[in-house]
């Protein structure tokens, strides 16, 4: 369900490590959490981003929501199909609907991340409350 | 109507319902209500073309009686009362003395002694003891909330799926006219208004047999594609036909006139609260006005962000959404009376950047005749 190659936020992220590189994006959680997804900000190539801040937002037809960095680094690339098709989120948000990709300045800062199994503990937990 | 969970918001007879529907639940003026079902997008879409069923059960009723009941209702209200017919009903408002209003309401008349006001779930017992407290004419007023759940069918083929389900014949009902009818069977009232730009009907009947009206109504409506919606929509489908939601386009700060609601103030009906101060606007004209607006380039204006004209914060949005069927992202705010016409640039002030929009003539959205 959740890729085993990925690792995970507490504040529904993914990313994609390889090697120095990290790919971003949200979780199919957090896409049905917030519903119809009508538009996103995100940031240039050449932004800095830094852990557990602020990099961008995704917004469905009701709310706001922040997307938090789980890596610090420099945007290398960003998504440009998100502002023509935002409902990608929605329909495939571990893959075509990734949000930014990164060169990390500190690789070990992904060792603080969850496991895909970590993180389907996290949400069943949740979703009990 | 209300079942409280323990000690926390209350809920109509239909919450299980809305759960078993896989609702998305939030909390609404005190009330545990349904946000949306299948999502907020294709309701609205579907209300549009279609027909959506809304529990609105939430809603508050307050009877007004008696031999005194329409001096009473002319003096705390804006509109004209004496101007309705049996069976007639009109937008209207609770008035606070300075020329604000308590809450926006719907007055209906079931004949010249038998009133009743249908009132915002959030504001139902604040405007009840208002009214109470300014009940000098000898009025008898009871709040029926709980006597009554709402259900509104809206849409273009609510009429259509409803000539199945009652002997009351629709076309004989204008809008803004009412009847009690049965519908599914059980006796109500069933009037012809709404919130949300479209056709459509109000059915107020007793709590206990909201289950069954709810589900003879989508039964009858299958073929038609009534389906739920929720209150995402309701606010969607409302802020593109430009109505006002209080407590954002109206509050006890803000006049009538500048809430462009010049039309239900009967200023010339005689005396009722607020009156004086409405008169005085009227001659010197309003410093804040509401306007539409969509934007101009691309972000979403929201609830509560800045308005900046001339490189100044001047305003304040009070409704700010994506508009579902006119696929534009739509506003309405206060800016000040000189700034507020058509072609008049503003920005809005998205979060950390600045957003141009244009203003527009509102409705954003009139249903096809």
Known sequence: MYPEEFQYTKDHEWIRVDGDTGTIGITDHAQKELGDIVYVELPKSGDAVTAAETFGTVESVKAVSEIYSPVSGEVTAVNNQLQEHPELLNSDPHAAAWLIRVHLSDPQEVQKLMSSEQYEKYIREGESQ | ?369
């Open chain 2, 1 to 369: 109507m209300a079942t409280p969970a323990e000690s926390g918001p209350k809920r109509t007879a239909l919450y299980s319902i809305h759960k078993e529907a896989g609702a998305r639940m939030t909390e609404f003026g005190g009330w545990e209500m349904p946000i949306e079902y299948t999502g907020i997008t294709q309701e609205h879409l579907a209300v549009r073309t279609r027909a959506g069923l809304f529990d609105v059960s939430h809603m508050g009723e307050i009877t007004v009686r008696g031999p005194k009941a329409l001096a009473f209702l002319q003096s705390i209200t804006c509109n004209d009362v004496a101007r309705l017919s049996n069976r007639q009903a009109q937008y209207s408002a609770l008035m606070f003395p300075n020329g604000c209003a308590i809450d926006d309401c719907v007055v209906h008349r079931m004949d010249a002694n038998d009133y009743f006001i249908c009132v915002n779930a959030a504001n139902t017992d604040k405007d009840f003891e208002w009214l109470v407290e300014h009940n000098s004419a000898g009025a008898e007023l009871e709040n029926a909330s709980s006597r009554y759940s709402q259900l509104a069918v809206q849409g273009p083929r609510a009429a259509a799926i409803l000539s199945k389900v009652t002997g009351l014949d629709l076309a004989s009902i204008r809008t803004y006219w009412f009847s009690p009818a049965e519908c599914c069977g059980v006796a109500g009232i069933l009037a012809r208004t709404g919130y949300t730009g479209e056709d459509g009907f109000e059915f107020y009947f007793a709590p206990e047999h909201s289950t069954h009206v709810w589900n003879a109504l989508l039964e009858a409506g299958k073929d038609d594609g009534l389906q739920p919606a929720g209150l995402g929509a309701r606010n969607t489908l409302r802020l593109e036909a430009g109505y006002a939601l209080y407590g954002h386009e109206l509050d006890e700060n803000t006049t009538l006139l500048e809430a462009n609601l010049g039309w239900i103030c009967k200023l010339e009906k005689g005396e009722f609260l607020g009156r004086d101060p409405l008169l005085k606007q009227r001659q010197e004209g309003v410093r804040k006005k509401l306007v539409g607006f969509e934007m101009a380039e691309p972000g979403i204006a929201r609830d509560g962000y800045p308005v900046w004209i001339d490189d100044q914060k001047a305003g304040l949005v009070t409704s700010g959404s994506p508009a579902p069927f006119l696929k534009k992202n739509i506003g309405l705010a206060y800016v000040p009376a000189e700034a507020a016409q058509p072609g008049y640039e503003i920005t809005i002030e998205i979060r950390n950047r600045q957003a141009r929009a244009r203003q527009v003539i509102l409705p954003f959205y009139r249903r096809p005749k």
